[in-house]
């Protein structure tokens, strides 16, 4: 995962500037790090956390900043949810939708950054 956290670090710097504050591996050894944290510009962070069978959440924390949290996982708990077992959580836990996120680790990164990005205007 090292390698993929490496990549999207370099895609949230690059592609995000007016929004990235900071970066870090966290978690874990230091060539296996747990999840990448994106800091944003709010005081708000993103964290990002793959595994090797394909389970993955985005989730930006920002609840100290307004009271929100925004999440995209795959965890097999909602099973009422058309795209399970991929789900968005809405603003709060107990919001939880459909997930459009696409399937590429990368499109999927900047889709959830561009969804941010939006929302910090």
């Known amino acids: ?5 490496k990549n999207l670090e370099k895609i949230a710097r690059s592609d995000f500037p007016e929004i990235v504050k900071d970066t870090a591996l966290i978690g ?3 060539s296996q790090p747990n999840k990448l944290r994106i800091y944003l510009i709010d005081g708000s962070f993103l964290d990002v956390w793959l595994s090797e069978e394909n389970d993955y959440s985005y989730h930006w924390e920002q609840r100290a900043v307004r009271g929100l949290i925004h999440r995209w996982d795959n965890a097999p708990d909602h ?16 919001n939880v939708t459909n997930s459009q996120l696409n399937t590429d680790i990368r499109i999927a990164f900047k889709e959830i950054l561009s969804f941010i990005k ?4």
């Open 1 to 5: 995962m090292l390698l993929t956290y």
């Open 79 to 94: 099973i009422e949810i058309d795209t399970f077992p991929h789900h968005f959580h809405d603003g709060e836990d107990k």
């Open 118 to 121: 939006r929302n910090l205007k």
């Open 28 to 30: 874990g050894r230091s």
